[in-house]
């Protein structure tokens, strides 16, 4: 029996662990600190309640330390451990897969599995290059992280940057193990049948013609991901090149009112807010958009809606501080990258990747690297790892 831990149920790992269990015959029993995301919640950057619109409890066994209809943690940070130790005893795991490091929950998972002696398993977003630290914080993060993998049995990389972070503790190639970050391909259409369907239905919807070329951004309308640099970036291109442009903002957020005055200082280009869409309504404006931009600052750990997008044949351009860049991003075939907080950059960017859009050869480019990168391929990862300690 493997255990997982887990804060809460999270739309892009439950379908792996419904993989483990059903594909695999790996048995698990995976314990949420809450289900608030279940039941609804606020997302701090997003700035709106809402919960998943797909299915992340069936399929394999959970337990949660807490409800929210029960007075339970309505929150990640209000989440907490107690329970846990009762519910290991219960269920008698033969190993433990912790998924982070820097929740309570996570570090007394690591307590208990030395107190009982269980193996362990890490997976988790592991990179060096997502946040700028002082040295002093560096060193007592690698002191504390040294310690901690030591004590792990397999850890499984989630990508490149992930690999490198594991290396450069000294881990040797025998204790990794990949098990990629993925997204859940069911809940989209991508049969090229639907993509033109929908590439046809959202474009007309938008009275967007067929020789404008349709940015797109999805995700949180904040500072951290550098949205305020797409229309500032467009601003410096040729006027006959903004005004084949449009841009579609998918998401909510603090920055969506200086964007809206920026959206009404573009001449040329047209700009659409469309609002936070909840994972099986994504389809038709992937489809219907040419390009994905994510100008992330910082904090990008991985970037999933890379991995949404390229599985739709859409290509992507990325800052140099998305972690998912050296995995995903193939220059010029499924994408370019450009420097992060840069507009100029950016700028130029867009103007090269304009030869990406709407391209046959780049839309099979795209969907055949993603592939690697799937829930199968992350659920064999952990199944691997597992079937190393038995």
């Not at 850890?155 to 490198?164: A, D, M, P, Q, T």
């Not at 940015?215 to 229309?231: A, E, H």
């Not at 001449?267 to 219907?288: E, I, K």
């Not at 960017?349 to 992350?378: F, R, T």
Request: one cysteine or more.
């Amino acid at each position: 029996m493997l255990a997982v831990i887990e804060t809460h149920p999270i739309q892009y790992r439950a379908p792996v662990y419904r993989a483990l269990a059903n594909q695999l015959q790996v048995p698990l029993t995976v314990i949420y600190g809450s289900d608030f995301s279940v039941t609804g919640y606020q997302d701090q950057e997003f700035g709106k309640t809402f919960s998943w619109d797909v299915d992340l409890l069936s399929g394999y066994s959970s337990r949660f330390l807490s409800k929210v209809n029960h007075g339970g943690a309505q929150t990640f940070s209000t989440v907490s451990s107690q329970g846990l130790a009762q519910n290991l005893q219960k269920i008698k795991p033969q190993a433990l897969l912790i998924t982070g490091y820097n929740h309570r929950l996570y570090r007394s998972a690591f307590y208990q599995a030395w107190r009982l002696g269980l193996p362990i398993l890490f997976r988790a977003e592991t990179t060096d290059t997502a946040i700028q630290r002082h040295f002093l914080r560096s060193l007592v993060r690698d002191i504390g992280l040294a310690r901690f993998y030591r004590r792990c049995t397999q850890v499984l990389y989630i990508g490149e940057n992930s690999k490198r972070h594991f290396q450069r503790f000294g881990l040797p190639e025998s204790k990794m193990v990949f098990s990629p970050y993925c997204v859940d391909t069911q809940v989209f259409q991508l049969h090229e049948a639907s993509r033109q369907v929908l590439r046809q239905q959202v474009r007309r919807d938008l009275n967007i013609a067929d020789n404008q070329v349709v940015l797109i951004f999805s995700g949180k309308l904040s500072y951290r991901k550098g949205v305020d640099l797409i229309l500032a970036a467009i601003q410096r291109l040729p006027l006959e090149t903004q005004a084949k442009l449009v841009v579609l903002f998918l998401g909510s957020g603090d920055l969506q009112p200086q964007l809206t005055s920026q959206a009404q200082a573009m001449v040329s280009t047209r700009v659409h807010f469309l609002d936070f869409q909840n994972q099986t309504a994504l389809s038709p404006y992937y489809h219907g958009a040419d390009l994905l931009i994510l100008p992330s600052r910082y904090s990008e750990t991985w970037g999933l809606v890379v991995n949404e997008a390229l599985h739709h044949g859409l290509p992507c351009l990325v800052s140099d501080a998305v972690g998912c860049a050296p995995d995903l991003i193939k220059p010029g075939q499924t994408g370019n990258l450009f420097r992060a907080g840069s507009v100029d950059h950016l700028a130029e960017g867009i103007y090269q990747s304009l030869p990406l859009a709407h391209n046959p050869q780049v839309q099979h480019h795209c969907k055949q690297l993603v592939s690697h990168y799937s829930v199968d391929k992350a659920a064999e990862g952990i199944a691997q790892a597992y079937h190393f300690i038995e």
